[in-house]
């Protein structure tokens, strides 16, 4: 995991619970109207994908007790883990690309709904990503992976000095390349085909050369609207699109699409298949329910959107008639750690993956709130278009006072906290329950938040979704 290189250990945030009069006149505690529902608080329990559903997708019962926990806590909202559009396999990744799926779903929303008292909002993150490999042995990758052609045999002919190179069969070409040095490899492989062999083959939203990856536009609205119905259908409030990360719909809004159909480019352009999927979905989901989306204020990486770029994406956005808007930052593949031979690069282990999860080992800056200047960037011009689209802000938000400050100088409309909830949930079974005596309503707990650590560690057989 990539950390600043000043590395100052940062103490949690003393952590004071208001008093009873102090919540009743919280903003935090206040309701807030998201779409065609209400949320009774503004305290907000983003995706978090904890690996708990079945290797094919279903819901388990550590899945269903992982969100009672939380909803016990009563948050305003609670969102469930990215969960697949799409029916094929993803290992212990929530589905709802296929109505197999509706039965578990309904169980989880029933769980939620008795453990809050019917109290929170309860959404479901819907996912869409590319495909990625393990990062491949050498000599399999050069023995068998690797497309040989001619640029090789040229390239190897070059490099040696050898012109025999430039005619030699398939079999002995792969031989030759097995024998050359690391250090010599760029000169005959491609920069893609390096990066397949450093760090697995990965497929990006450019790859329009593979009709799959070309047919991206037409299939994508019409599997995100599916997903929401299936959604509607067992019972949740409503639904966040996942346009955040290292997934499909994030790399169409990323100043590193570069497609020539009309879909990459210019930022109208990068917008226009998130504009589609929100308009299939809500000719899907019509007033039922709410829908929003979790997009980048910052993709955090060489070439790619920054905060110009979000705030532009935001006014479009809630121009698309969204119902909120979530702000992360960054967690992007483009600058992921080299994975080990046998396992994929994972998002969240590069400097990108740090500003989406700050930890306390940090830059003078610090982990707590260190992205809320984005959704207070993206709010100002949302409210200057003449749009009330509430926002919410996530990173480092863990005490009270802060999260309040945070409301009451309108930099955000919705607090969310995940590892703090998280820890707060584990902490104790009752954790949950003593907060929501003290303070009537509980915001997530918070304090030793900061101290967990991302999910880092994973087999290499799971997918990289999050
Ligand atoms: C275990 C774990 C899983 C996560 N999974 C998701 C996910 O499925 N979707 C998503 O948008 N963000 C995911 N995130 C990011 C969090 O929602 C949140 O944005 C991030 O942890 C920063 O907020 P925090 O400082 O309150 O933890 C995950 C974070 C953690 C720690």
């Known amino acids: 995991m990539w950390q600043p290189t000043e590395r100052i250990k940062h103490e949690p945030l003393a952590a004071a619970w208001p008093s009873r009069d102090q919540a009743a006149r919280a903003l935090l505690f206040q ?34 007790d992982w969100y009672r926990r939380f909803a016990e806590g009563r948050p305003g909202v609670l969102v ?45 993150q819907l996912i869409d990503f590319l495909a990625i490999r393990r990062r491949p042995a050498r000599d399999k990758y050069l023995g068998r992976f690797l497309a040989v052609g001619d640029h090789h045999r040229e390239a190897l002919a070059e490099l040696t000095g050898d012109a025999t190179a430039a005619t030699c069969s398939d079999a002995e070409l792969r031989e030759r390349l097995a024998a050359v040095p690391d250090r010599d490899l760029p000169r005959v492989l491609s920069p893609r085909e390096l990066e397949d062999l450093e760090r697995g083959y990965r497929e990006r939203v450019t790859d329009t050369q593979l009709p799959h990856i070309q047919a991206l536009p037409q299939v994508l609205p019409g599997l995100f609207a599916g997903a929401a ?43 226009r298949l998130p504009r589609e999927v929100i308009a299939a979905v809500r000719a899907h989901v019509g007033g039922r329910g709410i829908v929003g989306c979790r997009y980048l204020g910052d993709d955090v990486i ?56 700050p930890t306390i080992y940090s830059d003078a800056r610090g ?30 938000i863990c005490e009270f006072a802060q999260a309040e400050a945070i409301l009451e100088r309108g930099e955000a409309d919705l607090i969310a906290s995940a590892r703090q909830s998280l820890s707060g949930a584990a902490s104790s079974p009752t954790t949950a329950r003593r907060s929501t005596s003290s303070t009537s309503r509980s915001p997530a707990s918070c304090g030793t938040a900061t101290r967990s650590t991302p999910p880092t560690s994973r087999s290499p057989a799971t997918a990289s979704a999050a």
Not at 40 to 51: E, F, G, K, N, Q
Not at 327 to 351: C, H, L, M, N
């Open 302 to 357: 060489e070439g790619g959107s920054h905060l110009d770029d979000a705030a532009w994406f935001g006014v479009e956005l809630a121009r698309a008639g969204l119902d909120f808007l979530s702000i992360s930052k960054g967690g992007k593949f483009e600058d992921a750690k080299q994975p080990k031979v046998g396992w994929a690069a994972y998002p969240y282990t590069g400097r990108s993956g740090y500003e989406c999860m």
């Open 229 to 271: 119905d299936r959604a509607m259908r067992a019972g949740f409030d409503g639904v966040e699109l996942h346009f955040a990360h290292a997934y499909t719909m994030a790399s169409f809004l990323s100043a590193l699409n570069t497609r020539g159909d009309g879909y990459g480019g210019s930022r109208e352009r990068r917008i």
């Open 31 to 64: 309701p807030i109207a998201l779409g065609p529902r209400t949320a009774a608080t503004r305290t907000w329990i983003p995706a978090m994908v904890p690996w708990r559903a079945t290797g094919d997708g279903f819901v388990t019962r550590d899945v269903i």
């Open 367 to 396: 982990p707590f709130g260190r992205n809320v200047n984005l959704a207070a960037t993206i709010r100002a011009a949302i409210r200057a278009a003449g749009f009330a689209t509430p926002v919410v802000t996530a990173g480092g």
């Open 80 to 124: 469930v883990e990215a969960t697949g559009i799409r029916d094929i396999p993803s290992g212990p990744l929530l589905r709802i690309g296929h109505d197999r799926f509706g039965d578990g779903l309904a169980r989880l929303v029933d769980a939620v709904r008795e453990a809050s008292g019917g109290e929170t909002l309860f959404l479901i």
